[in-house]
C-alpha cells in the first residue's frame, strides 16, 4: 500500500503525511491480522517477539519499524511533534471545539464534535493528551462519529499553530 502511494507520486515525511484513508487500510489489516493470530495460536506463542521490519522509502532515510506482540495489544502513542497548550487546559478544549464547529455547517457534525469535546472533558483529557495518544477509537467507542473523532484528534498541532500565528500578528 504506501510503496504504490510513493510510486504514485505521494510524499511521505512524517505520520501527518499519510493520508487518512490509507492510514484507516493499514489499521484494518493490522486489526485482521491479529484477529487471525489471536485465533491460530495459544498464549504462549502470541507473545513472542516479531521479526524488524525495515521500511526503505524513495529519497528518505530508512526507518526501522520493530513491534513486538505486547506492542501490539497495548499500541505506544504515535510520535507527534511538541506542542505547549496556552491558557487554561480545559477552556482549551471547548476553544478547539468552537474552531472545529465554525468549520462545518452539518448538525450531525456540528453535535459530534459537541459530542467529542464533552467525552474529552468527562475524561479529564486535554489537547495535549489527546495530541499525544492520537487515539480517535477512544472517542469513537464513546459514541462519536469516526470523522469527527479522526478530525478533533488530527487537528490540534494545526490549530495550536494557526492560534499561535493569530497571536503575534495581534501584537
Known amino acids: 500500500m504506501l510503496t504504490r502511494y510513493i510510486q504514485q507520486g505521494g510524499v511521505i515525511e512524517t505520520h501527518n503525511d499519510i493520508p487518512d484513508s490509507l492510514r484507516e487500510q493499514l489499521y484494518v489489516e493490522e486489526n485482521q491480522r491479529l484477529d487471525r493470530r489471536k485465533k491460530s495460536s495459544d ?100 459514541g462519536v462519529k469516526a470523522g469527527a473523532a479522526r478530525r478533533f484528534v488530527s487537528d490540534i498541532a494545526y490549530w495550536v499553530t494557526r492560534n499561535e500565528d493569530t497571536n503575534e500578528n495581534a501584537e
Open 43 to 142: 498464549i504462549s506463542t502470541y507473545r513472542s517477539t516479531y521479526h524488524p521490519v525495515h521500511l526503505h522509502l524513495p529519497s528518505q532515510i530508512p526507518i526501522p519499524i520493530t513491534t513486538t506482540a505486547a506492542e501490539s495489544t497495548n499500541p505506544a502513542p504515535q510520535q507527534t511533534d511538541a506542542i505547549g497548550i496556552p491558557g487554561l487546559l480545559d477552556i482549551a478544549v471547548k476553544e478547539y471545539a468552537t474552531w472545529h464547529q465554525s468549520r462545518v455547517s452539518s448538525e450531525i457534525f456540528r453535535e459530534n464534535i459537541q459530542k467529542t469535546r464533552d467525552v474529552a472533558l468527562e475524561n479529564c483529557l486535554d489537547l495535549k493528551q489527546i495530541h499525544d495518544d492520537q487515539d480517535a477509537d477512544f472517542f469513537v467507542k464513546n
